[in-house]
């Protein structure tokens, strides 16, 4: 399928665990961004990618880790779980930094750390 | 760093009147600003963004919004509600995030209930 798809939709995991999320892209874009969403936050950059890699971090990149071997593939790996990265993540990708441009959002992975 | 600030957390109309969303932001550079909207469950998907050039912007759905550089506003606007609308609504700012990385920064979101 054409687009941005992220796996697991849904992933519950316990403290201390790694767990990867996934997040592909069919169109080529060199930008790929990893956010987490929180009630009464919105959404908060954890890493970027602008090309195969080439990452940096967001504004809380803290007990992340992403790759980027393959343009179209931009994992993000929490290396030991904690209850505070209880969040929905979405990754993203765009045609360039979003100066001026759209940014395609995936539709998300629900993860609950127990 | 840039920011965005959106007043009201919820914010509810009736079907049939107009709807209004207000966003601030502040930027040291001349900003780039965005309106997404996310339905329950699934990503989010572009309303309507302000580059260059014609401060009112017209987006999908009916929606639009007006840059406003004295005010540093860039408030969403619809004349006439209607049920489909109701969803959570974000104003974003491109450029350095308070990371200092490229990306969007989002305002907290907006959510947008209609009363039948």
């Known amino acids: 399928d054409a687009g941005i798809t992220q796996s697991p939709r849904y992933k519950i995991t316990e403290t201390g665990r790694q767990v990867t999320l996934m997040c592909h892209q069919t169109w080529s874009h060199s930008y790929m961004f990893w956010y987490r969403q929180d009630l009464g936050h919105g959404l908060r950059l954890i890493y970027y990618s602008a090309a195969a890699d080439i990452t940096d971090k967001g504004e809380v990149p803290d007990g992340y880790v992403v790759s980027r071997s393959k343009t179209e593939n931009f994992p993000l790996t929490l290396e030991s779980a904690t209850r505070s990265q209880t969040s929905v993540y979405f990754c993203?990708?765009?045609?360039?930094?979003?100066?001026?441009?759209?940014?395609?959002f995936g539709q998300g992975t629900r993860l609950t750390v127990v | 760093a840039q920011s965005v600030t959106q007043l009201g957390s919820h914010v509810s109309v009736s079907e049939g009147a107009l709807v209004l969303l207000r966003c601030n932001y502040s930027?040291?550079?001349?900003?780039?600003l965005f309106w997404y909207v996310q339905y329950p469950n699934q990503g989010l998907q572009l309303l309507l963004k302000y580059t260059t050039g014609a401060t009112l912007v017209k987006g999908i759905n009916g929606f639009e919004a007006e840059f406003k550089k004295s005010e540093t506003s860039f408030h969403l606007t619809k004349p006439s509600a209607h049920m489909s609308d109701a969803a959570e609504y974000f104003c974003a700012v491109s450029g350095r995030s308070g990371g200092g990385a490229d990306g969007l920064t989002f305002g907290k979101g907006t959510h947008l209930i209609i009363q039948p």
């Open positions: 993203a990708s765009s045609t360039d930094r979003p100066l001026n441009t759209e940014a395609f």
């Open positions: 930027s040291s550079v001349p900003p780039y």
